[in-house]
């Protein structure tokens, strides 16, 4: 792809070539753009002009979809994309742009589509062999992977992304030895990817390598500070060496940089009410559970807040999708029975009874339950989710009406 000063540039010629000739003397020329934002801010101007002066173009739409690919605006870039094929259908280069802002969305099966018709449209280049070999590897496709990024590495032998999608197809074939001298050569030749530091620091952590994970995080975030995976992965290191506090730092920095990050979020939350900060852990876990339902044991760890807390209704509630999501978790219905008779048989001052007498100690202060907190691995999503589904007259409104749990002996 042209880099992006050389796209300003020719985009400052192709503005000017627009000009009437009467007012070409008297035109002073733009200050230099130094900034790299600034810059992109400019060329956008210039691509939104042309683009309403020349509807009929496609590589005016071509152009700025790959800004927008570049300022991560993937959904912008799909569309004005989609626009120049459609005006023009047989150009390889509108079909590459398609196909890494398609893998950009985490659209691989389409993208692999695009990425296919661009070696149909035009000859193979290196970089697309190893877009298509990253998103035949994303298919676990590993052998016609291994094929195409083999010919990128024919043709351009110290490419370093080439590499690191070979460690990555290592590390899935579980061939983890093999994997580390592949990133380690990608890192090698491209210092400045950061996916590789990602890599090197999971691996290493997961191995229980903790100095080397250390080592690879703090490279990676002297380059790309704001990574809230990195960020993540050096929190997990610390809290793997036992140090609670730092480990917490860095957990909420990868909030804090990427909130949509709910592996960070629920690595806090956990720590938090470890420490028996419940509104702390709270505030993380609903963050997580905002940006992802599917974490297993998410609402009876919120549930468990609620209930210590002393909001009985909330916990209550909680326990109850807990149930709901996984019949079998014991704990969410020990709990459930728990804050059910806590509710049911604390009379309610409202009718004028007397109330049951209240703790002195706040509940806030209370523990929380058993839970093994020592190590927290990451907590991935399940592949299905057990969840009963009645039929006939206990269906209202198609959902599955919830039956309390049996009583625990």
Same mark, same amino acid.
């Given at each position: 792809?042209?880099?992006?000063?050389?796209?300003?540039?020719?985009?400052?010629?192709?503005?000017?070539?627009?000009?009437?000739?009467?007012?070409?003397?008297? =035109?002073?020329?733009?200050?230099?753009?130094?900034?790299?934002?600034?810059?992109?801010?400019?060329?956008?101007?210039?691509?939104?002009?042309?683009?309403?002066?020349?509807?009929?173009?496609?590589?005016?739409?071509?152009?700025?979809?790959?800004?927008?690919?570049?300022?991560?605006?993937?959904?912008?870039?799909?569309?004005?994309?989609?626009?120049?094929?459609?005006?023009?259908?047989?150009?390889?280069?509108?079909?590459?742009?398609?196909?890494?802002?398609?893998?950009?969305?985490?659209?691989?099966?389409?993208?692999?589509?695009?990425?296919?018709?661009?070696?149909?449209?035009?000859?193979?280049?290196?970089?697309?062999?190893?877009?298509?070999?990253?998103?035949?590897?994303?298919?676990?496709?590993?052998?016609?992977?291994?094929?195409? =990024?083999?010919?990128?590495?024919?043709?351009?032998?110290?490419?370093?992304?080439?590499?690191?999608?070979?460690?990555?197809?290592?590390?899935?074939?579980?061939?983890?030895?093999?994997?580390?001298?592949?990133?380690?050569?990608?890192?090698?030749?491209?210092?400045?990817?950061?996916?590789?530091?990602?890599?090197?620091?999971?691996?290493?952590?997961?191995?229980?390598?903790?100095?080397?994970?250390?080592?690879?995080?703090?490279?990676?975030?002297?380059?790309?500070?704001?990574?809230?995976?990195?960020?993540?992965?050096?929190?997990?290191?610390?809290?793997?060496?036992?140090?609670?506090?730092?480990?917490?730092?860095?957990?909420?920095?990868?909030?804090?940089?990427?909130?949509?990050?709910?592996?960070?979020?629920?690595?806090?939350?956990?720590?938090?009410?470890?420490?028996?900060?419940?509104?702390?852990?709270?505030?993380?876990?609903?963050?997580?559970?905002?940006?992802?339902?599917?974490?297993?044991?998410?609402?009876?760890?919120?549930?468990?807040?609620?209930?210590?807390?002393?909001?009985?209704?909330?916990?209550?509630?909680?326990?109850?999708?807990?149930?709901?999501?996984?019949?079998?978790?014991?704990?969410?219905?020990?709990?459930?029975?728990?804050?059910?008779?806590?509710?049911?048989?604390?009379?309610?001052?409202?009718?004028? =009874?007397?109330?049951?007498?209240?703790?002195?100690?706040?509940?806030?202060?209370?523990?929380?339950?058993?839970?093994?907190?020592?190590?927290?691995?990451?907590?991935?999503?399940?592949?299905?989710?057990?969840?009963?589904?009645?039929?006939?007259?206990?269906?209202?409104?198609?959902?599955?009406?919830?039956?309390?749990?049996?009583?625990?002996?």
């Amino acid at each position: 792809m042209i880099p992006l000063r050389a796209l300003f540039f020719s985009l400052l010629i192709l503005l000017s070539s627009c000009v009437s000739d009467d007012r070409a003397g008297t =035109l002073i020329p733009p200050l230099p753009v130094t900034d790299a934002i600034k810059r992109r801010q400019a060329a956008l101007q210039l691509l939104n002009s042309l683009a309403a002066r020349n509807p009929g173009s496609p590589d005016i739409f071509y152009q700025r979809a790959r800004l927008f690919y570049e300022n991560k605006q993937y959904t912008e870039s799909l569309n004005d994309i989609n626009h120049a094929i459609e005006l023009k259908e047989s150009v390889g280069n509108y079909f590459q742009v398609k196909a890494a802002t398609l893998k950009a969305l985490n659209r691989a099966p389409e993208a692999l589509e695009a990425a296919r018709q661009v070696e149909i449209l035009e000859a193979g280049t290196p970089e697309l062999y190893v877009l298509l070999g990253d998103l035949y590897q994303q298919s676990e496709r590993y052998d016609d992977a291994l094929q195409y =990024l083999a010919k990128a590495l024919q043709a351009t032998p110290y490419n370093g992304k080439a590499y690191y999608y070979r460690g990555l197809v290592a590390a899935k074939t579980r061939d983890t030895a093999q994997a580390l001298v592949l990133y380690r050569r990608a890192l090698n030749l491209n210092p400045g990817y950061a996916p590789v530091y990602q890599q090197l620091s999971e691996v290493f952590n997961r191995l229980g390598d903790y100095p080397a994970a250390m080592q690879y995080t703090q490279a990676g975030l002297q380059r790309f500070p704001n990574d809230a995976f990195l960020l993540n992965q050096r929190g997990l290191t610390y809290q793997r060496t036992l140090k609670p506090d730092s480990a917490l730092l860095f957990f909420r920095k990868a909030v804090d940089v990427n909130p949509s990050f709910s592996e960070a979020s629920l690595h806090a939350g956990l720590l938090l009410f470890k420490q028996n900060d419940l509104t702390g852990a709270l505030r993380y876990f609903e963050n997580a559970l905002k940006q992802n339902t599917r974490i297993p044991m998410l609402n009876n760890y919120i549930a468990q807040c609620f209930e210590y807390l002393g909001n009985f209704e909330k916990a209550l509630e909680f326990y109850t999708i807990a149930i709901q999501v996984d019949p079998a978790d014991y704990k969410s219905t020990n709990g459930y029975w728990r804050v059910k008779r806590r509710l049911d048989y604390t009379p309610d001052e409202t009718f004028g =009874l007397i109330a049951a007498p209240k703790p002195t100690t706040p509940l806030v202060q209370r523990r929380p339950m058993a839970m093994d907190t020592t190590v927290f691995r990451p907590i991935l999503p399940k592949a299905r989710l057990s969840a009963r589904s009645d039929t006939g007259d206990n269906q209202i409104r198609g959902r599955p009406v919830f039956r309390p749990p049996p009583k625990p002996n």
